[in-house]
């Protein structure tokens, strides 16, 4: 297949928690991988991306690294705050322009 | 740079009426894309343009959408007619160049509801 699998959600945690977000992908080739965040009403954003194997891509807290021995570009982030509140959605860009995402995994942060 | 602009941000129609959806890309990005949201499938993809031609529409649903590219800065959608089903948020998102992975610019949406 040619896809993004991401883990269900949604995710409770508690503030200053460690987060995971699990991201698979099926792809011919080695595509450039992506993680969005969406907070409530607003468009998605680009929050981190890896462009080959053993990149890690980084912002805000958040990391990722481009697995490609388990196909996998997990997100985490060592302490979580309230306003990490949102929707996130893992991404991949492989030949051509078109991404393609999983289904996103929402997030929300209790004080 | 006001980023990609979307209208309206919410429309809501009766079953039936044509509903079109507005996109202004930031500026010198080629590529323009038309995505929907909905809780049942995700984010799909519509359809995109490079440099205002129209590249790939085979996520149009049906012949009832429409989308159209007639400059570099505006990019419209429409629906007609529009059925309680097409109720969901669309987006216009728009990159210089998706080879440098740069990220795609995502503008706030229109959330659209037919009733």
């Known amino acids: 297949g040619n896809s993004v699998t991401q883990m269900e959600g949604p995710v409770t945690l508690s503030e200053e928690a460690f987060l995971t977000i699990n991201c698979t992908y099926t792809?011919?080739?080695?595509?450039?991988l992506f993680w969005y965040v969406q907070y409530p009403g607003e468009g998605l954003q680009l929050l981190l991306k890896?462009?080959?194997?053993?990149d890690k891509g980084s912002n805000k807290g958040f990391e990722a690294t481009y697995r490609k021995e388990t196909t996998s570009f997990h997100l985490e982030k060592g302490s979580v705050q309230v306003s990490d509140s949102a929707v996130y959605f893992c991404?991949?860009?492989?030949?051509?322009?078109?991404?393609?995402f999983g289904e996103g995994t929402q997030l929300t942060v209790n004080p | 740079d006001a980023g990609v602009i979307q209208s309206p941000r919410h429309e809501v129609t009766e079953m039936g009426q044509e509903v079109t959806l507005r996109c202004k890309p930031i500026?010198?990005?080629?590529?323009l894309f038309w995505y929907r949201q909905t809780m049942m499938r995700g984010l799909e993809l519509l359809i995109y343009?490079?440099?205002?031609?129209?590249?790939?529409d085979s996520g149009m649903p049906e012949d009832r959408f429409s989308a159209k590219m007639p400059n570099a800065s505006f990019s419209t959608l429409k629906i007609q007619p529009s059925e309680p089903r097409d109720s969901a948020v669309y987006f216009c998102?728009?990159?210089?160049?998706?080879?440098?992975?740069?990220?795609?610019?995502f503008g706030s949406g229109t959330r659209l509801t037919v009733v």
């Open positions: 343009f490079n440099n205002n031609v129209p590249i790939d």
């Open positions: 500026s010198g990005h080629d590529y």
């Open positions: 998102a728009t990159t210089a160049n998706p080879t440098l992975n740069y990220g795609y610019t």
């Open positions: 890896a462009t080959k194997a053993d």
């Open positions: 991404a991949k860009r492989t030949s051509g322009s078109r991404l393609t």
């Open positions: 792809a011919t080739g080695y595509p450039s």
